[in-house]
């Protein structure tokens, strides 16, 4: 698997776009310009439209550009300073998909759960993610798309296997509705694509309910004011 050398950032801007997301995903960019990992990054933005679609014309767009990768940083996520360069490392390690963990953005905090699923069948607690670390990440059954990298020869063989959409909030094969990334997950696995997080490597999930990390003391918090 060769290194990442060209880079895009997908974002998708509705009713989101926080100030603090911009001082964080700059600091973040600026970090990887100066890492001097990748030659070529951009930024790939899609405004006010279903995360369904905005995710689907974003990967098509890094397809038609020859990128290596999309880097997806959701815009109400408050990221730290080195969670570019430690996604772009982990594809350089050999993970055709690897992410960082953020919680479901809910007012109840029963209902904050990590967006990731280490067995097919229950959401993931940070303790276990822990629990199963090898080699500094942990392989998931599925992981958010929302604070992760994908190479472009996985888009390329879920395409190949299945056709397009590669996200759909729709699943006619399981009769349901889902989230966008739960489709795409699923066409992952059938392919047996392994996918890895971090579980060192946080985000601030900052939507409607206000800010909520991953643990109280994330240093991310402090740009929550």
């Known amino acids: 698997m060769k290194p990442i050398e060209?880079?895009?950032?997908?974002?998708?801007?509705?009713?989101?776009?926080?100030?603090q997301f911009e001082r964080a995903?700059?600091?973040?960019?600026?970090?990887?310009?100066?890492?001097g990992l990748v030659a070529r990054g951009e930024f790939i933005v899609q405004n006010g439209?279903?995360?369904d679609y905005a995710r689907e014309h974003i990967t098509a767009k890094v397809i038609e550009s020859g990128l290596d990768?999309?880097?997806?940083?959701?815009?109400?996520?408050?990221?730290?300073?080195?969670?570019?360069?430690?996604?772009?490392?982990?594809?350089?390690?050999?993970?055709?998909?690897?992410?960082?963990?953020?919680r479901r953005a809910m007012l109840d905090k029963d209902h904050q759960f990590l967006l990731t699923r280490r067995t097919i069948d229950e959401w993931a607690t940070l303790e276990e993610l822990r629990a199963h670390v090898d080699g500094g990440v942990t392989r998931?059954?599925?992981?958010?798309?929302?604070?992760?990298?994908?190479?472009?020869?996985?888009y390329e063989a879920v395409e190949r296997a299945?056709?397009?959409?590669?996200?759909?909030?729709?699943d006619r094969e399981a009769n349901d509705w889902c989230f966008e990334d739960t489709y795409f997950m699923r066409r992952v696995r059938k392919l047996d694509i392994p996918v890895h997080v971090d579980p060192e490597l946080h985000a601030v999930h900052w939507?409607?309910?206000?800010?909520?990390?991953?643990?109280p003391d994330q240093p991310e918090m402090a740009l929550c004011l």
């Open 6 to 19: 060209s880079v895009g950032i997908g974002l998708l801007y509705y009713n989101k776009g926080l100030q």
């Open 69 to 102: 990768a999309v880097i997806w940083i959701d815009t109400d996520l408050i990221i730290p300073p080195d969670a570019l360069v430690r996604l772009v490392k982990m594809s350089n390690a050999g993970m055709p998909i690897a992410a960082g963990i953020y």
């Open 49 to 51: 439209a279903p995360v």
């Open 140 to 154: 998931v059954s599925m992981s958010a798309g929302g604070f992760s990298i994908v190479r472009r020869e996985v």
């Open 207 to 215: 939507s409607h309910f206000g800010p909520v990390p991953v643990t």
């Open 162 to 170: 299945f056709g397009r959409p590669w996200y759909l909030v729709y």
């Open 25 to 35: 995903l700059y600091d973040a960019m600026e970090t990887l310009k100066a890492s």
